[in-house]
């Protein structure tokens, strides 16, 4: 039983939110090593020309896609995950920040047991972060 | 300084092997949100039929961050760092990446475009095992924004 057997091409399989604070990214920029100061200190930020402190590009890559990891489970595995950069996700100090997630099934190709779905990622109020999202899922 | 458009002449030595470490998988795992248990529990992620905990499709940028820094560092290739913004990312995959994985990469600048002043460098990082299995590559475009001067 593969994630996607009862899903038809068109449907929204598996959408999600996560409400993106600076704790999130001081622990990205520690689990992954990338310590560029604009992720965490909104005067470097502002000196090279940006609103204020802004998430990891992979920051949101990573986030984005979870809800389609819950849905796939161990059982199958993502075989690519690809996303353009589109538009910056600026995280202020106080306020929480919604990232809005929804996959929607693309292709399946029975024959290799991989499925195609195109993820769509927006800020509240519809804004969308991530462009050409795509992700190939195989099953095991 | 400028890009030399001949970048993709360079050839990059391998970066040291990178040792997946199962603690590390559990930290950036937890960093972006991939709760499931076969991303922290050995005995679930055994239990499923892998070896060890199993990293998140994202997780070979750490490895790749290396490689990007040989590029960046690199005498002959001219890029400014601090005018350098992601543009895409890509994760190619023969299999899952789990802790245990000793994962050996190499960079090649596959191409260099250039559109109003900026450049748009696209490079690919193959990760393979000690052994030669190819586990995974990574594609990043990095958009070199113009010299003010020449804006």
């Known amino acids: ?140 | 300084m400028s890009i030399n458009p001949n970048l993709a002449d360079i050839r990059f030595e391998p970066v040291p092997g990178y040792l997946v470490g199962r603690e590390k998988v559990r930290e950036f795992a937890a960093a972006v949100g991939a709760l499931e248990p076969h991303h922290h529990d050995v005995d679930i992620a055994r239990s499923r039929g892998y070896p060890d905990v199993v990293a998140p499709p994202t997780f070979p940028i750490v490895i790749q961050e290396k490689t990007l820094h040989q590029l960046l560092n690199h005498p002959d290739v001219g890029i400014d760092f601090t005018r350098v913004v992601h543009g895409d990312q890509k994760f190619e995959y023969s299999r899952p990446v789990v802790a245990g994985d000793e994962l050996i990469a190499t960079l090649r600048v596959v191409k260099v475009q250039s559109l109003g002043g900026h450049s748009m460098v696209t490079t690919e990082s193959v990760m393979t095992t000690p052994e030669g299995e190819h586990v995974v590559t990574a594609t990043s475009t990095l958009v070199v924004r113009a010299d003010e001067d020449h804006s």
């Not at chain 1, 939110?17 to 990214?25: N, Q, Y």
């Not at chain 1, 910056?88 to 399946?108: K, M, R």
Request: glycine share 10%; charged share 20%; net charge negative.
């Open chain 1, 1 to 140: 039983m593969r994630a996607w057997d009862n899903s038809a091409i068109g449907d929204e399989v598996v959408e999600g939110s996560v409400f993106l604070t600076r704790e999130h990214l001081v622990r990205y920029a520690g689990a992954s090593g990338d310590f560029n100061p604009i992720h965490y200190r909104d005067d470097v930020a502002k000196e090279v020309g940006l609103d204020g402190v802004l998430a990891h590009g992979m920051l949101t890559m990573g986030h984005a896609m979870s809800p389609v990891l819950s849905w796939l489970g161990a059982d199958g595995y993502v075989a690519s995950y690809q996303v353009r950069f589109t538009k910056p996700v600026y995280v202020p100090l106080d306020t929480p920040v919604a990232l809005h997630s929804v996959a929607t099934l693309t292709d399946v190709d029975a024959a290799l047991g991989r499925a195609t779905l195109s993820l769509r990622v927006t800020l509240e109020g519809g804004h969308t972060v991530l462009g050409k999202a795509l992700i190939v899922v195989a099953s095991r």
